[in-house]
């Protein structure tokens, strides 16, 4: 280590060396020493300004994001209620596809078909709850039913997943 530094000076002025030979002097000045900006009213105004116009412009970034996010919110409000009343207005017509599909059903078991049709009129109010509410209070309310009646949950989650399938069947085959 002596030999590293051997012929450096000592302390603050070893910074101002570089691979053991002293920095020209205009590179070597002291750390101490003011900017020329920062020593006179010149200085101190220019500061003040920066500052002034660097608030203003956090400002206006701030204002012009949160119109942003207001137009953003708006939009995917609109797009959520259009996207909940399609979704609405589908379960409800499964719904009635799967209540009109289960007239065999009824003459040979009737207890079935009476489970169907309630887990139906469940389906069918669940659409008309989603035509009129937003995405977040639909999401609330499955949940708690699901909660609720967990086994009407799942037998009216099958049902659809049955009338869904039968639905895509006929589709392909009229294709």
Known sequence: MDQVNKGLPAGPDRAATHS???????????SN???PDESGAAGSSAKTKA???TTAATRQAKQVLQEGAQQL???????????????????????TAVRNSLSPLRE???????????????????????ERQDLESVIAATTEFAHR???????????????????IQLAVESE
């Open 33 to 35: 020493a003011q900017d």
């Open 73 to 95: 919110r708006g939009t995917a409000n609109g797009v959520v209620d259009q996207a909940a009343t399609d979704v609405g207005r589908q379960l409800s017509e499964t719904a």
């Open 51 to 53: 500052k002034e116009a």
């Open 149 to 167: 009646r967990p086994e009407l949950f799942i037998g009216g989650a099958a049902l659809a997943g049955l009338a869904l399938g039968r639905f």
């Open 108 to 130: 040979r078991q009737p207890k079935l078909a009476s489970l169907a049709d309630q887990s139906i009129s469940k389906l069918e109010q669940t659409a008309l709850d989603i």
């Open 20 to 30: 053991g030979r002293p920095l020209p002097e205009n590179l070597a000045a002291d």
